[in-house]
C-alpha cells in the first residue's frame, strides 16, 4: 500500500504540473489579449463574476469532499456495493445542488448590475453575460460531475489532468479566436460553457470504461446517510468561510474602488494564484494518500510523516514567498506596462500572502484527510466574518492594502493557530507546541531569506535580462539558506529519500 501511495502521488503530481502549466500559459496569453483588444475593465468584470459564481457554489455545502472521504475505507476493503450506492447518493444530492444555483442565481439577477461601479463604461448587458457564466456553473453539476469522485478517491488525479488537457485546449481555441476575430466578450464566454460541457462529458466516458464495475445504483441505509449529512453540515462552514474569503476581496474592491483597480489588483493575484496552483497540486495529490495512511497506520506514523510534510511545504513557501517579492514588478511592468503597476506595499503584502495560505494549505491538507471537520465547523466560518469585517471597515482609509492585510491577518492570527491546535488534539493527540515553535522558526528564516534576495535585486536594473538575473537569484538565495540551515535535519534526509523515490516511479 504504501508503495501505490507514492506511486499514484507521483503520478498525479507530474500530469497536474503539466496541466497547470498549460492552464498558467494559455489563459496567461488570453488574459493579455483581452486587456489589449477590449480593456481592464472586461478583465475586472470576469474576476467579478468569478467571485460571484464562487459565492452561489455555497450550495455545494463540502458534499463532494465528504462523499470522497466516505470513499475511502470501502476502497481499501473493495467494497463495491457500497461505493455504487455512494455514487448514486452523489448523483441526487449534485442534481439537487445545480437546481438550487440555477434558481437563486437566477433570484438574484437584479443585484448583479449594482456590483459593477464601471458599468456605465461598458456597452453590454451585464445580466446577460452573468446568466451565461450561471449556465456553465450549473452544468457543471447536472452533466456527470459526481463521477470524477471515483478517480479522485482512488487517487487517480492524472486522468483528470489527462482530460483536463485535451478539453482546455478546445476552450482556449474557441476563446482566442473570438477574441481575435470577432472581438466579443459574449463569444468569449460561449467558449468557456462548451469547454466546461466537454470536459464533464470525457470524464463520464472515461471513468465508465475504466471503472465498468461502479454504477450509480443503490441506497445507503438511513444511518449511512445520516453520518454522510452530518459530515456536510460540518463542512458547510468551512465551505462559506472559503468562499468568503474567497471572493470577498473582489467584490469589496469592485464596489468601492473600481473594475478599473481590481483589474489591476488581479493582474497580481493572477499571478499569486498560478503560483499556488502548482502548490495545491502537490497536496491535492496526496490527499487520497493521506487519508488511507490515516485509516491503516498509527498516530506515530502520521505524525512523522506530517512532520516531513511540513518542511516541504515551509520550503516551498518560503521560496514562492522570495520569488513574488523581488519579481512581481519586473514581470507586471514588462507584461502590462508601467501605467498597471500597484505599489511596492502591495507586493510585499502579496509575498507575506502567499506563505500564509500555502501554510494554511498544508494544515488543510491534513485537516480534510482525517476528516475531523465536526471539530474544526466554526473556525473557518469565524475567520471569513473577521476577514470580511474587516475589509469593509479598511477599504475606504488603506484601500488595497485593507483588503489585503485584511485576509492576512486573520488567517494568520486567526484562523492556522485554531487549526493547528484541532489538529494536535484531534489527529496527533500530542501537544502543538513543538511544531509552534519550528514553524515561528521557518517565519524567522523565510524573513531573512527574502531580505537577502531583495537587498540583491534592487541593486539590478529593470528589462528582460534584469528580471532573468533576478529570476536567478530567487533560485539560488533562499534555496541556500534552507540548504545550510536544515542540511543536516532529519526532515532534509527524508525529503532527499522522497525526492528519489518519487523520481524513480
Known sequence: MPFERSRNA?????????LKLYQIIVPFIIRTIMIYILGLDYVGLNGLFNSILQVL???????????????????????????????????????????????????????IPKLVSAQSLLPLNINYLYWINLSCTVLTYWLFAYKASILQAHQRNDVISKLGLLSNTVMYALQIVFLLIFKSYYLFLLGMLIGQIGNNMLTSIVVDKMYSQYKAKGKLSDNEVREINQRVKDLFTAKVGGVIQNSSDAIVISAFLGLTILAKYQNYYYVLNAVFGFVVIVFNSCLAGVGNSIVIEDKEKNYYDFKKIAFISEWIAIFCSCCLLCLYQPFIRIWVGEENLLSNGVVLCMAIYIWTIITNQMLCLYKDASGIWH?????????AAVNLVLNLLTVRHLQLYGVILSTVLSILVLGMPWLIYNL?????????????????????????????????????????????????????????????????????????????????K
Open 57 to 111: 457554489n455555497l450550495t455545494e455545502l463540502g458534499v463532494g469532499t465528504a462523499m470522497i472521504f466516505s470513499m475511502y475505507k470501502p476502497i481499501v476493503e473493495e467494497d463495491k456495493d457500497t461505493i455504487c450506492k455512494l455514487m448514486q447518493l452523489y448523483k441526487i444530492y449534485y442534481r439537487i445542488i445545480g437546481l438550487i444555483i440555477a434558481v437563486v442565481g437566477v433570484g438574484i439577477t437584479p443585484v
Open 10 to 18: 507521483s503520478r498525479n503530481i507530474f500530469f497536474g504540473m503539466v
Open 424 to 504: 494536535f488534539s484531534e489527529v496527533f493527540k500530542r501537544s502543538c507546541k513543538a511544531f509552534s515553535l519550528d514553524l515561528i522558526k521557518y517565519i524567522l528564516v523565510g524573513i531573512m531569506a527574502c531580505m537577502v534576495s531583495y537587498c540583491i535585486c534592487i541593486f539590478i536594473n529593470d528589462g528582460l535580462f534584469g528580471f532573468v538575473l533576478k529570476m536567478l537569484i530567487c533560485c539560488i538565495i533562499p534555496n541556500f539558506i534552507m540548504y545550510i540551515l536544515f542540511h543536516n535535519s532529519t526532515e532534509f534526509d527524508e525529503l532527499l529519500k522522497l525526492v528519489k523515490r518519487l523520481i524513480i
Open 375 to 383: 471539530k474544526d465547523r466554526f473556525r473557518p466560518l469565524i475567520v
